[in-house]
């Protein structure tokens, strides 16, 4: 049924759970992966009384983010390899992620997205506002939610 899946991972404990679930769904199903990661952006500083200044330049931020996004993306690409999953990465830097991940899911041509919830109800799931919650309401890709 589904041949495509787009997995995005944070490289969180409940994060690297669901890739390993992903990956033995994906193995049933006989699909594809496309694991992403949604970078951050360069936080602009605010300047002012009491603020606090940090040292790192735009591109060690950039560098590093890389370099973090690498090492997730990596861990699942070997897990999805070690399983025979066909498996590919890829990174976006972009400030507003559940957006990111559409659009991968978009750009791939992904037919599920397979992600975490932290499982948050009531007014606590409607005051932190999940990436996946956001992801539910926006995407026209169907989503499978790994709880």
Same mark, same amino acid.
């Given at each position: 049924?589904?041949?495509? /899946?787009?997995?995005?991972?944070?490289?969180?404990?409940?994060?690297?759970?669901?890739?390993?679930?992903?990956?033995?769904?994906?193995? *049933?199903?006989?699909?594809?992966?496309?694991?992403?990661?949604?970078?951050?952006?360069?936080?602009?500083? /605010?300047?002012?009384?009491?603020?606090? /200044?940090d040292p790192t330049t735009p591109e060690?931020? +950039?560098?590093?983010?890389?370099?973090?996004?690498?090492? /997730?993306?990596?861990?699942?690409?070997?897990?999805?390899?070690?399983?025979?999953?066909?498996? *590919?990465?890829?990174?976006?830097?972009?400030?507003?992620?559940?957006?990111?991940?559409?659009?991968?899911?978009?750009?791939?041509?992904?037919?599920?997205?397979?992600?975490?919830?932290?499982?948050?109800?009531?007014?606590?799931?409607?005051?932190?506002?999940?990436?996946?919650?956001?992801?539910?309401?926006? +995407?026209?890709?169907?989503?499978?939610?790994?709880?």
């Amino acid at each position: 049924m589904f041949k495509h /899946i787009l997995v995005p991972t944070d490289g969180s404990p409940l994060s690297e759970g669901t890739v390993s679930r992903a990956v033995s769904f994906a193995k *049933d199903a006989g699909a594809r992966i496309t694991f992403f990661y949604a970078q951050p952006d360069f936080p602009m500083p /605010i300047y002012g009384e009491g603020a606090l /200044i940090d040292p790192t330049t735009p591109e060690q931020f +950039s560098k590093s983010a890389e370099a973090e996004a690498r090492k /997730i993306l990596n861990s699942a690409k070997s897990e999805a390899d070690a399983a025979g999953v066909a498996a *590919d990465t890829d990174t976006v830097v972009n400030e507003v992620p559940y957006e990111a991940v559409i659009d991968a899911a978009e750009r791939h041509g992904c037919d599920l997205i397979f992600m975490a919830s932290h499982g948050r109800r009531g007014i606590a799931g409607l005051l932190l506002g999940s990436e996946t919650q956001k992801v539910l309401t926006h +995407s026209k890709v169907p989503v499978l939610v790994y709880r």
